[in-house]
């Protein structure tokens, strides 16, 4: 057992090394969250309403979200590290999918207790948290071999939802299913005001 505890440990230090030497924003740790980070509503063309984050100076981070047109529009009280963030094109959602420090892992989800998968922020607020089991209908799906002993361990299961899509006009996102979970597709705001108004 030990034998095999290091050699998996050695696979998570070799793809955290990895993926540390690409430009990406979902990251991946152990690697320290980013000091500077810009994140993009159009990600493809590095355009649109932005999220802007500063914590060269920690004891005065900064935070935030800018309109297509540069105007500054509020301040963001929570910092992204590793969580993939989508800004919606007016900039008045952003949101940040998956686990804070470890992305490719997320917390193990039983009957007594949900877990987050993304959460949803309108104009700097939290709105929602979107849940495995209570909106994604998530099922519990047995880890094998390594993985296994990293759940008994570590209390961290391989992620199993990712965003594939957010479809701003529709107020949907896509999830895409991973580890055996089924794909769904959730409202991004609960209907109603002021909820309307910020998908405009």
């Not at 008994?152 to 965003?163: E, L, N, P, T, W």
Request: a negative charge.
């Amino acid at each position: 057992k030990s034998h095999n505890k290091n050699q998996f440990m050695m696979k998570v230090l070799i793809a955290a090394i990895g993926a540390s030497l690409t430009v990406d924003i979902q990251g991946l740790s152990p690697m320290p969250c980013p000091d500077v980070a810009t994140y993009y509503a159009d990600t493809d063309t590095s355009s649109g309403a932005r999220l802007e984050i500063d914590q060269t100076d920690w004891k005065s981070p900064v935070a935030k979200v800018y309109s297509a047109g540069g105007d500054e529009l509020y301040d963001m009280s929570v910092f992204p590290c590793h969580q993939d963030v989508y800004v919606s094109p007016n900039g008045k959602i952003v949101l940040y999918d998956g686990n804070h420090y470890f992305p490719q892992w997320m917390r193990d989800p039983d009957e007594k207790r949900d877990v987050t998968i993304s959460t949803v922020y309108v104009t700097g607020k939290h709105e929602r948290d979107i849940k495995f089991f209570a909106d994604l209908n998530g099922d519990l799906i047995p880890e094998t071999g390594d993985e296994d002993w990293f759940r008994h361990d570590y209390g961290y299961v391989g992620r199993q939802f990712k965003i594939e899509e957010v479809k701003w006009d529709e107020n949907t996102i896509q999830y895409e299913g991973l580890k055996g979970q089924d794909g769904v597709n959730i409202p991004l705001i609960i209907y109603g005001e002021p909820q309307l108004e910020v998908l405009a």
